[in-house]
């Protein structure tokens, strides 16, 4: 009989054994293991040396191309042009100099670029490819892949580039594109292929993510000469889509043509029932052809250097004071909040005094008792300075912003400016100060802090004319399919409020007495009703006329203005940089725009769309 | 005799971790440096983002190792079976809810954590083993019920793993499994009969492999099938191994790994980039730390007196063997591509708490190793 302990050692024992044998044959296993790796390794390893040195994965990204630019009728603004180049990956060449040596003989490359080429070699990446030749002739190309073989890492490859064309009309809405500049290590690795372009302004910028398309690769194994011994895997790049602009390029030229008497100035036009940006006009301005010129840093640098700066597109980036076009903003605001009706008249002495600050009226002498009818024809400071005071700051800030100012449009062309619509948090946030009484007087008449771009304005005007939230939008197609046109929803004014202003803006154009008589185009029923605005840049301007001023200290003159009255189809806002008068300089502009646009065939547009409320409100208005 | 069975009183914890077998401890620090260093290579000479996380889940992994050694022995065995079929119901669980990586469904979120049933398996099924021959009367060891028993214990985690499906620990599971009942003492004439019987049933198993499985066993046996699909791995694998020859290319400088060429490279395939750039020298050296960590497990193993520290050494040792040698025959291709890890080396959080784990049981056991467990220590079957 075993005892206990008897019947543990005999386990114990049996244990051991067992531990044994499999303990051997596990140092039997991993012996074989390491024998076979010896094989591998040591025995074999002299075979596999060089097949390590042929059989290379490549993993080559491959550039998608980017989409052209077209404007509203086809006219190709950018597209790409494709020259043959011959490139060296250095990681793939025993010899970089002998390799370059070599090439130059095939096509002829003097000593010092060959010895420039062999520097940037060395100095890069050896995985990263350097350009060899660039603008290769087909017959190059043809040699050189010929002696492939004697050429080891060189291949040919297709380098696009964007070209522009009509530059000189559309380079501020086009933009351009250019080389990435910060690399994020987790970025897109098509951004690191050399000479690979991003938008950098305009709508190369803002519609830079379809415009790019999506990137593919191919996988291949290549050996030590560069060949391809096989394709692993491929998938083909996404082309980037078309993009078809809004913009009339015929008559944002003649615009353009109408303008360069200005030294700086810029113009939106919109279609009011598809908030379609038909012309964006910026002076000066530049031609984007320059950027596909190497030199092109030094032009650059020449352009951001001029007195006014060409590279800067006015129209979505030049933010200013909207003067008396705000006027419209405050009169809606008071209306909506009840502070003051229609056919109440307020008095106009020529001067408006709160809290001992005495704040003119443009009309030194006083409009007298005037409604909102005849302060917005006469342009009178002092009717806004008390309606500003009823109204309250919060109330037409709110207007401003539900009318497009203060705020960016997601329209496709990038780098648009917010302008400013000030209110206490603002003030309090950015300049740290209260907000005062006084402040609130002179946005009344759309200075002091209020700041805005003239596609907002634009927007502003279109949203009044038709009573909708007009939204603007730069891009009209995208790839093959056309872009539905909107719906857009009431901005909630009232019609009879709606009507009141439009009347108003109305008597500015087509009634004697108002400040923007020079627009008038006759009494036909595609009239044109607007708004003059005349935004002070110094003090100095209201004591002194403006031929005695420095230009840069004279007023700005601003226009905006939707027709046809009876049925609105266009809205134009203009600014042109100290300008002087509103009336004066930037109404018959805006006039002459406008009469190109109602005279071009409205079939070529989109169809005319006829909301009830406008056209009523304009019938009333050609009766006031 | 009644020497050997008088009281003995409880070590305190300072002569416990004078007990500790502190080459073993070496050893591992040593394997998992290994790790370090090809981890910085594979990151291309930096510590992140692999290299720096392996280090600190080593030195972790060094600490519960001790950890786990201090605790009482008995603790361990109480907690044997509940520990198995939590993991059990776990692994039944994945399919249910898990979350799907690479075509399989392995892991288990959990509070945050995503965590894979299977690895921890590995353990509680030494540990469960362990527990079981630990009650079991040696001279009925060999008797058909109670070799079914084991053998179910077993077959249940092997069957879930497949479902999931993970061919590679299905294998480990049952390799570890069976050479635990072998070094328990089993009669050989059960292992000679089933591998009989598996010969013959060898079809109808392969009718149940998954597709992608047959796939890899196929091309295995003939990588021409296949070279750029799952024979290309292997493919790639060799070449870098074999270029890497006797010396190596020098760390950092392994041209195959720092290419791209190798898929997984941080973790099943590590042990290539190692081998390219240290060369056989290099690899062999790693083979012979776990050779020696195996023989230093198996020792520590025969020196315990009872049967569950015996097993539970015997299967630390076990799941280091077949986790090392099935990784490195599957990058120089002895074995088909089943996706397992090299332990200690490989990047990868699960896989290498599994291993500590198992250490630290082991570890636990030797401590104790003149810890006389009475059978009626374990009062049945299933415990208390």
Known sequence: ???????????????????????????????????????????????????????????????????????????????????????????????????????????????????????????????????????????????????????????TEVDSRRRYRHGGTMAHVVGYVGSVERRALDDAPVLRLPGFRVGKSGVELGMDDSLRGRAGHVKQEVDALGRIVRQLEKHEPRRGADTMLTIDTTLQARVLDRMSQEKSAALVALDVTTGEVLVMASVPNFDNAIFTDPDVSRELRRLQTTQHNPMVNRAIRGAYPPGSTFKMVVALAALERGVVKPRERINCEGSYTLADHVYRCWNRNGHGASDLHKALRESCDVYFYELARRTGIKAIAAMARRLGLGQTFDCGIALQKAGVVPDPDWKRLRLGRAWLDGDTILTGVGQGYVLSTPLQLAVMTARIATGLAVEPRLVRAQGPAPSKAPVFAPVGLQTEWLDAVRRGMFGVVNET??????????????????????????????????????????????????????????????????????????????REVMEELLAAEPESRSPPFAPDEPSRGANEARQG | MTQMLGYQPPPTPGRKLAGVNWMVIALVALIAAFGVASLYSVARGSFSPFAERHALRAMLGIA????????????????????????LAALALVPLVGTEAMGAKRWLRFAGLSVQPSEFM?????????????????????????????????????????????????????????????????????????????????????????????????????????????????????????????????????????????????????????????????AAALICLYAMLIVMLLAMAMSCRSAFARQLNAGAALIVFVYASINISMVIGLVPVVGVPLPLVSYGGTAMTAIFAALGLAMCGYVNRNERLRRDDVRGFLGT
């Not at chain 1, 509203?72 to 990956?89: K, M, P, T």
């Not at chain 1, 007495?513 to 708004?531: E, F, Q, V």
């Not at chain 2, 605790?71 to 907690?79: M, N, Q």
């Open chain 1, 1 to 155: 009989m075993f005892s206990g302990d008897d019947a543990d050692i005999l386990q114990r024992r049996r244990f051991t054994r067992r531990a044994l044998i499999l303990g051997g044959a596990k140092l039997g296993t991993l012996g074989l293991v390491a024998s076979q790796l010896y094989r591998l390794q040591v025995l074999q390893g002299a075979r596999y040396v060089p097949l390590a040195e042929e059989n290379r994965l490549n993993i080559q990204v491959l550039a998608p191309r980017r989409g052209r630019i077209l404007d509203r009728n086809g006219i190709v603004l950018a597209e790409n042009e494709d020259s043959y180049r011959a490139v060296l990956v250095p990681a793939l060449t025993r010899d970089v100099r002998a390799t370059v040596a070599l090439f130059a003989r095939i096509v002829p490359l003097g000593i010092d670029q060959q010895t420039r080429i062999v520097a940037r070699a060395r100095r890069q990446s050896p995985n990263v490819p350097v350009v060899l030749a660039a603008k290769l002739a087909f017959e190059d190309i043809a040699r050189i892949n010929l002696f492939a073989p004697q050429l080891p890492g060189v291949r």
């Open chain 1, 513 to 590: 007495g108002g400040t923007g008589y020079r627009a008038r185009i006759g009494d036909g029923p595609a009239r044109l009703a607007g708004k003059t605005g005349t935004s002070q840049v110094s003090r100095q301007s209201t004591q002194r006329a403006a031929h005695e001023l420095a230009w840069e200290q004279r007023d700005h003159a601003l226009f905006v203005a939707f027709a046809p009255t009876s049925q609105p189809r266009y809205a134009i806002a203009t600014v042109i940089e100290h300008g002087g008068s509103g009336g004066a300089v930037a109404a018959p502009l805006v």
């Open chain 2, 64 to 87: 519960v190792i001790l950890g786990m050694a201090m605790v009482p022995l008995r603790f361990w065995l109480a907690l044997a079976y509940p520990s198995y079929f939590v993991l």
């Open chain 2, 122 to 282: 590995k353990v509680a099924l030494v540990l469960a083993l362990a527990r079981y021959y630990q009650w079991l009367d040696p001279a009925r060891v060999s008797r058909p019920v109670w070799v079914l028993a084991p053998c179910l214990m077993i077959a249940a985690p092997v069957m879930l793993v497949l479902q999931q499906p993970d061919l590679g620990t299905a294998v480990l599971f049952a390799a570890v499994g069976v050479a635990l009942m072998f070094i328990a003492g089993v009669n050989p004439l059960y292992f000679l009969g089933t591998a009989g019987v598996g010969a013959a049933l060898a079809p109808l198993l392969w009718e149940r492999l998954h597709a992608y499985q047959q796939q890899r066993i196929r091309v295995f046996l003939d990588p021409e099938l296949d070279p750029l699909g799952s024979g290309y791995h292997v493919l790639q694998s060799k070449i870098a191994l074999g270029s890497g020859g006797l010396t190596g290319k020098g760390f950092l400088k392994g041209t195959q790994g720092q290419l791209n060429f190798l898929p997984e490279k941080e973790t099943d395939f590590i042990f290539t980039m190692l081998g390219e750039e240290w060369g056989y020298i290099g």
